[in-house]
Nanobody
Framework: QLQLVESGGGLVQPGGSLRLSCTAS????????IAWFRQAPGKEREGVSC????????NIADSVKGRFTISRDNAQNTVYLQMNSLKPEDTAVYYC????????????????????????WGKGTPVTVSS
């Protein structure tokens, strides 16, 4: 079966750090752009970051720029989201998603996120930032 599995979420104090992982099984991630989305209760889903299949293009949303970084290790079939200087407003369920089309690859250049066109989704990992 084809699936993405996120891990690394949890409870952290403001100013702390977490590293989220997204690991694929059943397909090879190096053929896909990978995006991270997040959704807080009562709020709309928003794109957070994106990395192209070969890692040549990345995007970081303005709301997290300078604090979050994205990377991938294709040998491990895994994409990472390093989150530093976390704020309470970062509290959300974080999802990774994979897309193989040219449009989704361009997403990692333009920062225009297209969640309804993603091919695969993980079930999410919750992140809570609170003192």
């Amino acid at each position: 079966q084809l699936q993405l599995v996120e891990s690394g979420g949890g409870l952290v104090q403001p100013g702390g750090s977490l590293r989220l992982s997204c690991t694929a099984s059943g397909f090879t991630l190096d053929n896909y752009a990978i995006a991270w989305f997040r959704q807080a209760p009562g709020k709309e889903r928003e794109g957070v970051s994106c990395i192209s299949g070969r890692g040549g293009s990345t995007n970081i949303a303005d709301s997290v720029k300078g604090r979050f970084t994205i990377s991938r290790d294709n040998a491990q079939n895994t994409v990472y989201l390093q989150m530093n200087s976390l704020k309470p407003e970062d509290t959300a369920v974080y999802y990774c998603a994979a897309g193989g089309s040219a449009t989704l690859q361009a997403m990692c250049v333009t920062g225009y996120y297209r969640p309804f066109n993603m091919d695969y989704w993980g079930k999410g990992t919750p992140v809570t930032v609170s003192s």
